[in-house]
């Protein structure tokens, strides 16, 4: 008798460290983006969005109507993908707000230590070019699958959050969003009916949750500029 295909059956295999060597594997997804900002007129002063896939999968546009949004998340980005397409997808750009989104790092087996510097690394280019641009740096998710990953991804995580907390708060317009908080039930158990079925990505309730929070946080920054 078969047993069960359980949910680290399914993602047994679709989870693999990047091979840090192809830096470029995500080429045709920003070529796309270079063909259509060729095409587009684009928002100024943007509220712009880059990350890993949970920025990819985030209808921002739908969910923040009253912004002028832009979208460049792509694939499973991690934060030496970011800076390396970093004019392509930032600097182009001339974003207002910021928002950034990845975890990847962390879930391939880096330290927090290092997932911070990368967040750093990043954070100085945008400071260089656009200093008068507030940079959201949202906490690392929480996913059904973290202990399948690696018996240290969920608290490496949790230790990352901390030191981006503590980094942002020693920052001048940077900014630590706990989008981590809403997705835990009262009883401190992860929700499970806010992911889709690989465990690992965030399905419409997921968001739901997400978008009041940034929402609120990029509001408060416009009013400010006012």
């Known amino acids: 008798m078969k047993r069960p295909i359980s949910l680290s059956d399914q993602n047994q295999q679709k989870i693999k460290p990047i091979d840090s060597t192809k830096i470029d594997r995500f080429e045709n997804e920003i070529e796309n983006f270079r063909r259509f900002d060729n095409r587009n007129s684009l928002a100024r002063n943007s509220v712009l969005f880059v990350g890993s896939s949970s920025i990819v999968y985030w209808e921002t546009s739908i969910s ?133 079925s690989d465990g690992m990505h965030m399905n419409s309730l997921g968001y739901s949750l997400w978008n009041p929070v940034i929402r609120e946080k990029i509001a408060s920054l416009i009013k400010r500029e006012l």
């Open 64 to 196: 923040f109507p009253e912004f002028p949004i832009i979208n460049r998340g792509f694939g499973g980005a991690s934060l030496s993908e970011i800076i390396h397409y970093y004019d392509d997808i930032i600097k182009k750009h001339s974003p207002s707000i910021l928002v950034v989104y990845s975890d990847i790092d962390i879930e391939n087996g880096k330290s927090p230590d290092e997932a911070v510097n990368a967040f750093k690394a990043l954070v100085n280019k945008v400071k260089k070019d656009f200093p008068k641009t507030q940079i959201l740096i949202l906490s690392i998710k929480p996913a059904l699958i973290d202990n399948f990953m690696g018996i240290d991804v969920r608290k490496n995580k949790l230790i990352t959050n901390k030191l981006l907390l503590e980094y942002c708060n020693k920052e001048k317009n940077l900014h630590f969003v706990d989008i981590a908080a809403p997705m835990f039930r009262p009883d401190g158990n992860l929700r499970s009916d806010i992911f889709l």
